[in-house]
């Protein structure tokens, strides 16, 4: 939703008076207009404010003026200087400062919206990453041995081979999955980006079961996005994912505990049990 920025001095300036005076009109009446051509020319006006392609009659139909001929409308406006001319060209004066927080907010929105869609592009990719490495390595039957693959045996009246025979050609090489893999990332303070391995994972896993830890590291880095001053260094990432897992472990614990040693007095702030 447009918007527009009316500065408080403006109702007692001198060119507001002049308007007035020029339109035969009250005060109020000229700050209308203005008013309403600036709200026009929100959608009509490139950021210098150029009415590019808009004549007398179009700016007078779009702040909807019907008291006097347009071209007398725009002759008050250029004569009391909130109007600029150029040529055939209609200029809004100074709309690059009357309307400073406008432009501000476009910039920002513009922002937001490359990093949030270059945030999800990120989290796709991770995505697919980490199927692509839970897959590689649940490729392999669990019928292995030494790193080769056994064939399973087909009915046959042949006696069983001897130890001594050699392994059959059939048998291939078994890679495992690479646990090195990127898994997730987390952006840091200094615009580089803490990489998380398939091994990490697993690891803090073990450590904090009760815990969705992809899920986890996603919202981290959800928060990293959206606090960029308050990213951790290289040094302390690694305590930051800790502290954050070990708490969602705790909560998630107490969570399933008794329900009445849990119920807390919280207009004292304290468990009811601390008398």
């Known amino acids: 939703m447009a918007w527009i920025s ?23 009446e000229a700050l209308g207009i203005l008013v309403m051509l600036w709200l026009w020319g929100i959608n009509n006006a490139d950021r210098d404010g150029c009415l590019c392609g808009s004549d ?17 409308l725009i002759e008050c406006l250029i004569k009391s200087k909130w109007l600029d001319q150029s040529g055939d060209q209609y200029i809004i004066h100074d709309w690059d400062i009357w309307q400073t927080e406008w432009f501000k907010a476009l910039d920002k929105r ?15 990719q991770q995505s697919e990453n980490c199927k692509e490495s ?3 390595g649940n490729d392999y039957s669990n019928d292995t041995k030494e790193g080769y693959v ?45 990489t998380a391995t398939e091994s990490q994972v697993k690891k803090w896993k073990s450590l904090y079961p009760a ?26 990432i690694k305590r930051f994912i800790n502290a954050w897992l070990a708490k969602e472990q705790n909560e998630n614990s107490n969570a399933k505990a008794d329900p009445i040693l849990l119920k807390r007095d919280y207009s004292k702030g304290r468990s009811i049990f601390d008398d």
Do not use: F
């Open 150 to 194: 056994i064939p399973s045996p087909s009915p046959s009246d042949k006696p069983s081979p001897s130890p001594s025979d050699k392994p059959s050609k059939e048998k291939v090489i078994m890679h495992e999955a690479d646990e090195s893999a990127p898994c997730c990332t987390l952006s840091l303070n200094d615009g580089t980006e803490y």
């Open 211 to 236: 815990v969705d830890v992809m899920q986890e590291l996603r919202n981290m880095q959800g928060w990293c996005d959206a606090n960029p001053a308050r990213r951790k260094t290289k040094a302390g």
């Open 134 to 136: 839970t897959s590689y």
């Open 110 to 124: 513009a922002e937001n919206t490359a990093r949030v869609r270059e945030y999800r592009a990120r989290q796709k």
């Open 6 to 28: 009316i500065h408080e001095q403006v109702k007692d300036h001198h060119k507001l008076r002049d308007l007035a005076k020029l339109l035969k009109s009250s005060r109020q």
């Open 56 to 72: 007398a009659r179009d700016i007078a139909d779009g702040i909807i003026y019907r008291a006097t001929a347009p071209e007398h």
